[in-house]
């Protein structure tokens, strides 16, 4: 039967070795690092995201202005381009009215169910070019938790990286320090001349 003493690290003993309370530091450190620096790098990170986020969006929402379009060429074989709005788009020819009265036309993305002469909304650039609406809050919070997420995880990965290697740095010294102390206690043990 095994018995496990807690604490044995830092307590004064003969069988102490400094190895071991490198490694007993090393775990309390380890821990405080997990459960409180990598969930707050996590969260700042996250927060600094957000920020940037919205600057990014106020920034499009700038830049982009939404008309409201007729489809005026939509061909039967033309191929999906991606989503839009969670469901599947085509490109196709539209054609909508400027302020200023005369007809615009350009090639935008389109729902799959939209047919020719169908109303949709197109978002344009200042050079009347079709690009993708700004971002929604959804997509910002979920962009800062995304960022947040990974640097979390990826401190937290560094931090037990560098506990397993302070381990085996703390193991080869503790196998060192043992191998002196034997050398000098087993001729007393054994009666062999070292």
């Known amino acids: 039967m095994r018995t496990r003493v807690r604490g044995w690290r830092w307590r004064r003993n003969p ?53 409201r379009a007729t489809v005026v060429d939509k061909t039967s074989e033309a191929l999906p381009t991606g989503e839009l709005g969670g469901q599947g788009s085509y490109r196709a020819s539209v054609r909508w009215s400027a302020p200023d009265g005369t007809k615009e036309s350009t090639t935008a993305r389109v729902p799959a169910n939209t047919r020719d ?9 200042s050079h009347g070019r079709s ?9 910002v919070w979920q962009h800062s938790a995304t960022i947040g997420s990974f640097t979390a995880i990826g401190t937290a990965l560094t931090v037990l990286l560098a506990h397993h290697a302070v381990r ?26 070292a």
């Open 117 to 125: 002469g169908d109303r949709v909304d197109v978002w344009l650039d």
């Open 131 to 139: 690009v993708p609406p700004p971002a929604d809050g959804a997509e």
């Open 168 to 193: 085996r740095v703390a193991l080869r010294h503790r196998m060192a320090e043992w191998d002196r102390d034997w050398a000098l206690t087993e001729p007393q043990w054994t009666h062999r001349r």
């Open 15 to 67: 069988l102490r070795r400094r190895s071991d309370v490198v490694e007993a530091w090393t775990v309390v450190v380890t821990a405080l690092l997990l459960f409180v620096g990598a969930p707050l790098l996590g969260a700042a990170t996250a927060w600094w995201g957000h920020g940037q986020a919205q600057a990014v969006v106020a920034q499009q929402r700038a830049e982009r202005h939404r008309v």
